[in-house]
């Protein structure tokens, strides 16, 4: 069960709970190979199943593993296999702390005892273990933090041998986990040993009994997550090392002249035609361990790590450009948009001129646009147009904040400049293109597949969904250049992107039209009243994909409709009574089919927001006293699968309309108040997952507990709102609110306070 569990999820994980239940059944067996199974395959389940398994399963397991791994009259081996699911359950962000506290202290002392007394394999797992777990208790392993810090330190101090160097690399590992879960005042007094042997470490030289610089390096790495910018006076000992890895040669080719002898490190292959390959292992892993952990630094450090921005830029050049492996490309190219950040961050603070961020944007674009042409790797390809994408947020909000602006932001004070427009757009299209292109490779060959099955067709999907998120990044990259250009960008949509998408809204592939749709959305809502123009010229293929079964196109097309609302003025009035039908129609029947596919949410939210602005711009043809009460039996949005931020605009229209007095949602005399309590009510609470099997449909999204319905604006209003209600209709108020759920009568209660 647990060597088939990640290969039959499909299977396994709506009955992840039952099973468990009876894998648990054996963890009190005779037979110690027995119970050694059933720990092991709980274990499993944690690392194929995060998230739904420590939901599901998790208040019975964790129990039982705690047991298993104190359990003094069990084989070592039983003891260090619990340990060992115990860090599997507790790794990757899945395990919420209210799963491990209630049993933390019988836990630790289990682990200590085993890193004390275990051999060193059973110290070694039991020390990543700690690590685990000390992440998601966080300042609840306070109180234990003084009886393991010593002993991390008594580990690392034994004596180096070769059997003991990844012992002691986990210790390193341990203690860095540890200084982030407690409080800086516990972690300075060990900060400057600890470190001072760190760097001791990092300068020796490689050796069988020294500890794997990754460990050392990771240790920093989460030594600098706990102490942030006060770590940046150790980066000028640990920075070298990054560098010197960053620029180690991968691959040496040349004669076969010295009859395939090594003495560079290289493992050497000759070939038929007498050339000899050499190829650095050791380089290629460091340096993938180099760009990961020169990412990290840059984050945790942030302004601090601006001395230091511009050699870790030239150092990851060519990186992103020439690196053999395509994580140290993504990895390096990842590191991007934090770069850009900070300098501009930099430049605004020192009130100097923006030349440099502006070059620096500009080389960086071109260098990302460059490395996506050539990548092959499909996945790399991603993070490279993701980068793209963020660095053209970063100079498209460099501008700052401005919330009396449509966007949120000032004018730009860096990006494309209208002169290089073209050159920029010239290199996006042709990426877009090609993304079509396999798209519609895969479509073809999946037709003429005689044997086309569930199988090909979740292949056919995975594709659509990467090359889609490929595309999304791009279409932003554009969309940062029409929002900062607004209506003088029209000329070049007119005259470069206008036929491509054109292009794209005839395509016979869902995820194809949603670009072109995507690009229309843009145009409109950024390209000023001229804009307009184009709406009748488009408007008939958004309603014909406002009723498409493909619900990401759907929702491009619902949110345009949306967008024609607020700026289509004349252009648009002649097809809103069409619109409005065929988004009533569509809200209604995708509703209707919520058990059969949930995944429509992210759609109907923006199609219920389309049709409240209409309702509201165009009183006069929707017919208020229909739309209204309608668009209220579909409040709140409060389903975690759905567009939570076009929620917060509906609910922002809803209690605006209620506070201007809406009969049609009040009702004559207050009819409907129990109704629109219950809504305002379901707003305050928050998002829920609707049922389980919707909480198994949108796992990621389960720990969202914060997130909220509405703005504080809005909050403010809701408030002003009940005290009006309970100055005009006080004791009936008070009964409606007293029916109402307890979260919901809590959450009331807590606004009006």
């Not at 992107?497 to 749709?517: H, K, Y």
């Amino acid at each position: 069960i647990a060597l088939t569990a990640e290969g039959c999820k499909k299977a396994i994980l709506p009955n992840i709970a039952q099973l468990t239940r009876g894998i648990m059944g054996f963890f009190g067996d005779p037979h110690h190979r027995v119970r050694y199974a059933a720990i092991h395959c709980v274990g499993q389940f944690a690392t194929d199943f995060p998230g739904s398994f420590q939901k599901k399963a998790g208040s019975a397991v964790v129990p039982a593993l705690v047991q298993a791994v104190s359990d003094t009259s069990s084989a070592e081996r039983l003891r260090c296999c619990a340990a060992k699911s115990i860090q599997a359950f507790s790794d990757g962000g899945a395990c919420k702390a209210a799963l491990l506290t209630p049993h933390l202290q019988q836990l630790l002392e289990a682990m200590f005892q085993l890193i004390e007394i275990g051999t060193i394999a059973t110290k070694e797992n039991c020390l990543t273990a700690v690590s685990s777990i000390s992440t998601v208790v966080e300042d609840a392993f306070e109180p234990y933090y003084d009886h393991f810090m010593p002993l991390l330190i008594k580990v690392l101090q034994i004596e180096a041998t070769e059997e003991n160097a990844t012992l002691r690399g986990r210790a390193i590992e341990c203690i860095g986990f540890l200084g982030g879960s407690v409080q800086r005042a516990k972690f300075d007094p060990y900060v400057q040993p600890i470190m001072e042997g760190l760097v001791a470490m990092l300068n020796q030289g490689n050796s069988p009994t020294n500890v794997d610089r990754e460990y050392v390096m990771q240790g920093c790495v989460r030594i600098c997550e706990a102490l942030k910018q006060d770590f940046a006076p150790y980066m000028q000992h640990v920075l070298p090392h990054i560098f010197k890895a960053l620029t180690a040669k991968e691959v040496r080719a040349g004669e076969d002249d010295d009859g395939g002898k090594v003495d560079d490190g290289m493992t050497e292959v000759s070939t038929t035609l007498g050339q000899v390959i050499g190829i650095n292992t050791a380089a290629i892993q460091e340096k993938v361990a180099a760009t990961d952990t020169l990412l990290q630094f840059i984050i945790f450090l942030d302004e601090a790590f601006l001395p230091y921005a511009n050699d870790s830029y030239m150092a990851l050049c060519p990186c992103v450009a020439h690196a053999i492996i395509p994580q140290v490309r993504s990895s390096s190219a990842a590191a991007m948009p934090s770069l850009l950040r900070l300098t501009v961050s930099a430049l605004k603070a020192n009130n100097q001129p923006m030349a440099t961020g502006q070059e620096l944007f500009c080389t960086m674009l071109d260098l990302l646009l460059d490395a996506t042409k050539k990548e092959t790797d499909e996945d790399t390809r991603g993070t490279l147009a993701q980068a793209m994408c963020e660095v053209s947020q970063i100079a498209y909000e460099s501008g700052g904040d401005n919330e009396t602006t449509r966007t949120g932001f000032n004018t730009p004070v860096i990006g494309v400049k209208a002169q290089d427009l073209p050159k920029f757009m010239g290199a996006v299209i042709p990426l877009l293109k090609e993304s079509v292109k396999r798209r519609t490779r895969a479509f073809t060959k999946a037709e003429k597949n005689v044997d086309y099955d569930a199988e090909a067709q979740e292949e056919i999907e995975a594709l659509t969904r990467q090359e889609f998120q490929f595309c999304v990044s791009l279409i932003e990259v554009i969309g940062c250049m029409i929002k900062s250009h607004g209506p003088s960008f029209l000329p070049y949509f007119e005259t470069i992107l206008a036929p491509f998408v054109n292009e794209l809204m005839t395509n016979q592939i869902p995820s194809v039209r949603q670009v072109g749709v995507c690009f229309i959305d843009d145009i409109v809502e950024f390209g000023g009243p001229e804009a307009a123009k184009y709406i009748p010229v488009v408007v008939d293929h958004l309603l014909v994909a406002s009723s498409d079964n493909d619900n990401q196109l759907r929702q491009a097309a619902v949110y345009g409709i949306g967008i024609f609302t607020e700026f289509g003025g004349a252009a648009f009035e002649p097809y809103v009574q069409k619109s409005l039908e065929v988004l009533v129609q569509g809200t209604q029947h995708w509703i209707a089919k919520t058990a059969e596919d949930p995944s429509h949410y992210m759609a109907t939210n923006n199609s219920i927001s389309a049709i409240m602005k209409l309702t509201r711009q165009y009183p006069q043809i929707a017919q208020p006293q229909q739309c209204w009460p309608l668009v209220m039996s579909w409040l709140p949005l409060n389903v975690r699968q759905g567009d939570l931020l076009e929620a917060r605009v509906v609910h922002k229209v809803f209690v605006e309309e209620l506070a201007q007095n809406n009969v049609h949602l009040m009702g004559q005399n207050f009819a409907n108040l129990s109704q629109v309590v219950a809504i305002l009510g379901g707003i305050l609470v928050g998002p829920n997952s609707g049922d389980e099997e919707l909480e198994d449909y949108y796992e990621e999204y389960a720990d969202d507990d914060d997130v909220e319905l509405f703005d504080e604006k809005t909050k403010g209003a809701m408030k002003q709102l009940f005290l009006s209600l309970g100055q005009n209709c006080g004791p009936q108020l008070l009964a409606i609110v007293n029916q109402l759920p307890p979260a919901y009568q809590e959450s009331i209660k807590k606004l009006c306070a």
